[in-house]
């Protein structure tokens, strides 16, 4: 990518609020583009209208240097978002390829369902060079005003206030519904054809459908968008997504996964055995637990785990590999969150809990926070009722089935 771009494209967003918003043309379709939301690596994230209809999207544009394999990593991004329909998992839009004669079906949600059709009335992908001979891949998402997770985070911190337990519970619930949809993934169902030499033409349906677990490897706050309606959490951002079950054989390919680990992988939320490959090992879809106990961290105190190492001076790396950090001592929330997230955050990853058994712990959690709820909806009705009745009770007591027992006695 030139420096002229980069420079270009880091000024769209900084004189945003100063200047007229500059405007982009795509297959006789104008965008306005409002704002610079992200920047990362080869890639910006814009907030931009179509003029036309006044849609607004969020729009990735990945420049592509030319002679690289980066347009093929980045239509592989768009083919993982499509492989995955899951309604805790951003759906592409449209994907638009500039510089190169090809026909593209697109990805549209309306109302959670997924529709393919050519985007607006004739969009396919627009055929010119970028001006500084490399090529560039326009990736169109939906828009979320609330913006993600750390935007959620940050104003928290700002505003010295925090998530109430149970709804940080139940946003993360939904960011592990996404991740186990990456680690079951299965794929598609083939008929095999029969080895029969009467019935060469059979074929027969298969069997079983072949699990191929996929790793998200980035997952942070930065990743996780928010639903206009505060609600729902969405998994994006699948630069970084392989499949999960890689194994490291010798020095060279632990060399290798090392380094795309350093460049896919931001370091406060990475696992253990990414930053130090060893070799004659596996890498699993476990990686992304590891990412999951340091968002729920973050989303509970306002930064990753390990960040405060470096704030002391010290190495993120070593606080990882060592497992150096520490809850407030002031503590907001229940003991059962404080040990979800160290039941997470175990070094050794064969030991690490997979995605089943995290969701059933963050379940434990939020049916006994209903069941207390309730206890204590009931002690505020009977504690209303009785003295209008002139009735004394004792404190009711519940046994293992969470019934009520109520013992009642007359005032003289």
């Known amino acids: 990518m030139s420096f002229v771009s980069t420079i270009r494209d880091t000024l769209y967003g900084v004189t945003s609020c100063c200047f007229p918003n500059p405007t982009l043309c795509i297959n006789q379709h104008t965008f306005k583009v409002i704002e610079l939301l992200g920047e990362g690596g080869f890639s910006f994230v814009y907030l931009v209208k179509e003029v036309r209809t006044g849609q607004h999207f969020a729009l990735k544009k990945i420049r592509c240097p030319s002679e690289s394999g980066a347009v093929k990593d980045a239509m592989r991004e768009v083919e993982m978002y499509k492989l995955f329909q899951h309604e805790n998992i951003i759906k592409v839009i ?207 105190y306002g930064k990753s785990p390990f960040e405060t190492s470096t704030e002391q001076g010290g190495s993120i790396k070593l606080a990882v590999l060592n497992k150096q950090f520490r809850f407030p001592t002031h503590e907001l929330y229940s003991a059962q969150l404080r040990d979800l997230i160290s039941f997470m955050l175990v070094v050794d990853s064969k030991e690490r809990p997979d995605i089943h058994q995290v969701i059933a712990e963050v379940d434990k959690i939020l049916e006994a926070s209903e069941s207390t709820e309730e206890v204590t909806s009931l002690h505020a009705i009977i504690g209303d009722l009785c003295p209008e009745l002139g009735i004394n009770y004792a404190m009711p007591l519940l046994n293992s089935q969470f019934k009520l027992d109520v013992s009642w006695s007359l005032r003289i």
């Open 94 to 300: 449209v994907v638009i390829h500039v510089g190169d004669r090809k026909s593209i079906w697109e990805h549209k949600a309306f109302d959670g369902q997924v529709h393919i059709r050519r985007y607006f009335i004739k969009w396919d992908t627009c055929v010119v060079q970028d001006k500084d001979s490399g090529k560039v891949v326009y990736i169109f998402l939906p828009y979320y005003k609330r913006g993600n997770l750390q935007d959620a985070i940050n104003e928290k911190l700002v505003n010295q206030s925090h998530f109430e337990e149970k709804y940080m519970l139940k946003l993360f619930r939904q960011i592990c519904d996404a991740v186990r949809a990456l680690h079951t993934y299965q794929l598609p169902s083939v008929p095999i054809r029969s080895n029969n030499a009467e019935n060469n033409n059979d074929e027969q349906p298969q069997d079983s459908r072949t699990v191929v677990p996929f790793a998200h490897r980035d997952i942070k706050p930065g990743n996780v968008l928010i639903s206009d309606d505060g609600e729902t959490a969405i998994l994006m951002d699948f630069g970084s997504l392989v499949r999960a079950r890689i194994k490291v054989q010798n020095r060279a390919q632990a060399l290798s996964h090392q380094d795309l680990a350093a460049t896919n992988s931001t370091m406060p939320y990475r696992a253990p055995e990414l930053f130090d490959v060893p070799t004659n090992t596996e890498l699993t879809e476990k990686v992304d637990i590891w990412s999951l106990g340091c968002t729920l961290y973050a989303m509970a």
